[in-house]
Structure formats: C-alpha cells, structure tokens
C-alpha cells in the first residue's frame, strides 16, 4: 500500500464536513504511489478567487488540483469547495458524503496525472472514479 502524509485544512464555515478519517479514507482509496497532499475545504469566496486566479475562470468551482511533484512522490493541494458541493449533491439526489467523497477521488486523479479535457481520457478517468467509488461502497457517480 502506498505511503500517505495526508493534512486536512478547514477554511469553510459549513457544519456539515465529512470527519478527517473519512477524507484520509477516500485519498488512500485513490493511491496508487507515495503521495503527499493538502485538502482544504474552503468556502465560495476563496473558491472564486482561487479559480480566477490559476484557471481564468470567475465562479467557485466544485474540486481544484494543484499538483506540485511527480517524482519520487506525488506532491500536491486539492482544495474542495464545500458550498459547491453541497449544492450540487442536492441537485444531483446525491448524499453529501459520497458528492465529498467523489470530488477527493476526482481530485486525487488529477494529482495522478489524469484528466477529462479529451474524451478517451474522461472516460478512462470516469471509469476509475467509479471504480474507486464502488470499492468504497458508493455508487456510480455518474449514473443517472
């Protein structure tokens, strides 16, 4: 199995994040080398800036990954944007918990390496989402 330092940042003021063992849990699923990696949990604000600033884009965006190694390890920061979520688990019928514990899975990948910007690799990434997701005991995320 591979090596985790894992830390978890709450800079979000919503009462309903998942527990950090949930977190740790949903990342380690998701491995496939040593890694090291910082989620931070933020709120629309810091979502906004933070995706204006790195992607050009003025909105708070659901998951950004900002990898920051590939060799020896996987180094990086996943910042999670928690009233994006929370939104979109309510319009998608999903839990809470397994629209976080997608958007850590998604976030890891990226941090692998992979993407969904052409359609063969979103759907090989799409695939290992849901493999990961159903290992975990969740369902497919992108399911109808």
Known sequence: MPQLDFSLQLASVANDLPAVAEFRRWV???LRVDTSVTIRLVDAEEGRLLNATYRG?????????????EEPQ?????????PVV???AAEQGK????????????????LHGYDHEVDAQAELMEAMET???????FADPYAE
């Not at 884009?57 to 190694?69: E, G, I, R, S």
């Not at 809470?96 to 899975?105: D, G, I, N, P």
Request: aromatic share 6%.
């Open 74 to 82: 996987l180094m990086g920061d996943i910042v999670i944007c928690a």
């Open 131 to 137: 493999a990961v997701m159903q290992k975990l005991g």
């Open 57 to 69: 884009k003025d909105y708070a965006t659901n998951v950004l990954t900002f990898p920051l190694t």
């Open 86 to 88: 929370a939104r979109e």
């Open 95 to 110: 839990t809470l918990l397994a629209h976080y514990a997608h958007m850590t899975v998604h976030g890891i990948l990226h």
């Open 28 to 30: 380690r699923a998701a």
